[in-house]
């Protein structure tokens, strides 16, 4: 066994898991996590919640509460979520401390039928900051069109944000532009600009999932020598983008008052495809100043066989243009597919809500106290 874990946290990145539940908190499972496998941070969504509320152990006490005080399905859904991040962001607590608040986050996720509409959206970051109650707490935006300008006004408040479903090149400069103007607004509103802190969740897996798709519909041997290629080569240019807008002047001036990087995050880590290494979009995508969010299958992986060689995308950026134009000339549109994800991203994300609707809502039902 190698501590591959540990040198990849040595090479400056964050290692946080990408799942939650409430027997994971109970059993002691996040706390080991934490101590012997160099977690150091923890991200939500829908699909997580959906999972560990229908299918979990630990929420029947309080599912009955809830249907004994009458309560709507939404309120009982922020009740039971925000109980396991309140809980999580507890446990997590000596290490946002020990990091000076960068690291030890925990990420809930706004309701993702949202996601196109701004006013509501920061309205419901704002009610989710206030219901977890803890300073290190991140608030999960959408990097959609109605995102963009929620991400600056949230921010601009003071309240940190983990901008989520970033799949494109162009939207990832506009989400870093967002978080800038954002620190702008907290900077003239007198705030602490060192307590804000953000992410942004750059997709890797997805990438390749569907333009190997396209790639294997075409079926020849030019397009199959560019299979599993563009996932790393988009994370790797977002990466150079980051390096660009956190050292040009604009971002200067924010710093010299305080201001944190909003660090890239490699979400959707785990890998689709088996013909793959299981750690590939955790060895390929080693910088400083990264997170990784993986599923526990991938830090498993990583744990027994990942290879952290050291820095892996540092002088990558020719290369990874090279990939990128290749499937561009296969014919298979990089616009046409990342908006594609960006829109199911957002569908997969409600469809799980509306599941975690049904799912509650028959828990409440059974649960509720006879008349009388």
């Given at each position: 066994?190698t501590?591959?874990l540990?040198?990849?946290?040595?090479?400056?990145?964050?290692?946080?898991l990408?799942?939650?539940?409430?027997?994971?908190i109970?059993?002691?499972?996040?706390?080991?996590l934490?101590?012997?496998?160099h977690?150091?941070?923890?991200?939500t969504?829908?699909?997580?919640?959906?999972?560990?509320?229908?299918?979990?152990?630990?929420y029947?006490?309080?599912v009955?509460d809830?249907?004994?005080?009458?309560?709507?399905?939404?309120?009982?859904?922020?009740?039971?979520?925000?109980?396991?991040?309140?809980?999580?962001?507890?446990?997590?607590?000596?290490?946002?401390?020990?990091?000076?608040?960068?690291?030890?986050?925990?990420?809930?996720?706004?309701?993702?039928?949202?996601?196109?509409?701004?006013?509501?959206?920061?309205?419901?970051?704002?009610?989710?900051?206030?219901?977890?109650?803890?300073?290190?707490?991140?608030?999960?935006?959408p990097?959609?069109?109605?995102?963009?300008?929620?991400?600056?006004e949230?921010?601009?408040?003071?309240?940190?944000?983990?901008?989520?479903?970033?799949?494109?090149?162009?939207?990832?400069?506009?989400?870093?532009?967002?978080?800038?103007a954002?620190?702008?607004?907290?900077?003239?509103?007198?705030?602490?600009?060192?307590?804000?802190?953000?992410?942004?969740?750059?997709?890797?897996?997805?990438?390749?999932?569907e333009i190997?798709?396209?790639?294997d519909?075409?079926?020849?041997?030019?397009?199959?020598?560019?299979?599993?290629?563009?996932?790393?080569a988009?994370?790797?240019?977002?990466?150079?983008?980051?390096?660009?807008?956190?050292?040009?002047?604009?971002?200067?001036?924010?710093?010299?008052?305080g201001?944190?990087?909003?660090?890239?995050?490699?979400?959707?880590?785990?890998?689709?495809?088996?013909?793959?290494?299981?750690?590939?979009?955790?060895?390929?995508?080693?910088?400083p100043?990264?997170?990784?969010?993986?599923?526990?299958?991938?830090?498993?992986?990583?744990?027994?066989?990942?290879?952290?060689?050291g820095?892996?995308?540092a002088?990558?950026?020719?290369?990874a243009?090279?990939?990128?134009?290749?499937?561009?000339?296969?014919?298979?549109s990089?616009?046409?597919?990342?908006?594609?994800?960006?829109?199911?991203?957002?569908?997969?994300?409600?469809?799980?809500?509306?599941?975690?609707?049904?799912?509650?809502?028959?828990?409440?039902?059974?649960?509720?106290?006879?008349?009388?």
């Open positions: 066994m501590d591959a540990k040198r990849l946290s040595e090479e400056g990145v964050a290692i946080w990408d799942d939650l539940s409430r027997q994971r109970t059993s002691g499972n996040l706390a080991e934490i101590d012997q496998q977690v150091v941070g923890v991200t969504n829908p699909s997580i919640f959906q999972k560990a509320i229908s299918g979990g152990e630990g029947e006490q309080q009955a809830l249907a004994a005080r009458k309560v709507t399905v939404e309120e009982a859904i922020r009740m039971i979520t925000t109980a396991d991040v309140r809980d999580a962001a507890d446990i997590l607590r000596p290490v946002f401390d020990a990091t000076g608040g960068q690291d030890g986050r925990v990420s809930i996720e706004v309701d993702p039928r949202l996601a196109h509409n701004t006013k509501a959206t920061v309205a419901e970051a704002k009610q989710l900051a206030w219901l977890v109650d803890r300073p290190n707490t991140l608030i999960k935006i990097a959609t069109k109605a995102g963009l300008p929620a991400i600056t949230v921010i601009g408040l003071g309240i940190s944000v983990n901008v989520t479903l970033i799949f494109s090149l162009e939207r990832y400069r506009e989400v870093m532009n967002a978080y800038l954002g620190l702008e607004k907290a900077k003239a509103r007198g705030l602490d600009l060192s307590k804000i802190q953000s992410v942004a969740s750059f997709f890797v897996s997805r990438v390749d999932t190997d798709k396209r790639i519909a075409l079926g020849t041997d030019a397009a199959k020598a560019a299979r599993g290629k563009a996932g790393v988009n994370a790797r240019l977002a990466y150079q983008a980051y390096e660009e807008v956190f050292s040009d002047g604009r971002w200067s001036a924010l710093e010299n008052a201001a944190n990087k909003q660090r890239p995050l490699w979400a959707s880590t785990g890998v689709k495809d088996k013909a793959y290494k299981p750690t590939l979009y955790v060895d390929d995508l080693v910088a100043n990264t997170v990784n969010t993986m599923p526990e299958a991938t830090l498993e992986a990583t744990e027994a066989q990942g290879e952290i060689t820095n892996t995308i002088g990558t950026y020719q290369q243009r090279a990939d990128l134009d290749a499937v561009e000339a296969l014919g298979i990089y616009d046409e597919v990342v908006q594609l994800l960006e829109d199911e991203g957002v569908e997969k994300f409600e469809a799980s809500w509306n599941d975690l609707l049904k799912s509650t809502e028959a828990e409440l039902e059974r649960l509720a106290p006879s008349e009388g």
